[in-house]
């Protein structure tokens, strides 16, 4: 009977002490992967920041700002009959390539406008039915980009997005 309760005993004390050893082992790997991953990881308001101070100026440049290119009525009689479309055609620039683009913008306002001009006379009547005029906008961007170009400081196009603003188009003719 004593060999009995030896084994008895001995049989529940084992396991206990195997689950608290299993409990431990759980604990300190769980506490090392914390750790590693913490040490690795960084404070992550530094990785979002960029790691550094941002100048005043410099996040002032970087501002989106629209500049109106053209405000006017433009025409399209490419379904044989001639509307008037009173529009306005804006493009989103970083503040700091603005100066730029509005002088440019006076500089060769003519010649604008004829570009403006002839997309609108060329553009299929459905592009004028669009929503968001996603067609024209397209259109007006590439024109606007090509002139524009590219910023040689970082490598990124100076216009940023194009804005058109038109009303419903009236009939000129009968």
Known sequence: ?????GQVGGGQGKPLKTILMIAGMLVI???LIVGVMMFLGGDPDVATAGGGFVDPETAEGEKIVEVL???GKLPNA???VTYLYKTEVYVQ???KHSERVAGELDQFSNEIKSE???VWRTSDPHHFQEP???S???KVYALMSDRFGVDPEDDEPILVKCVIVMGTGFRVDS
């Open 1 to 5: 009977m004593a060999e009995e309760q």
């Open 29 to 31: 790997e769980a506490a």
């Open 69 to 71: 290119v053209l405000e």
């Open 78 to 80: 490419k379904s044989g």
């Open 93 to 95: 620039v970083k503040q």
């Open 116 to 118: 403006l001009g002839a």
């Open 132 to 134: 968001k005029l996603e």
């Open 136 to 138: 024209l906008t397209r």
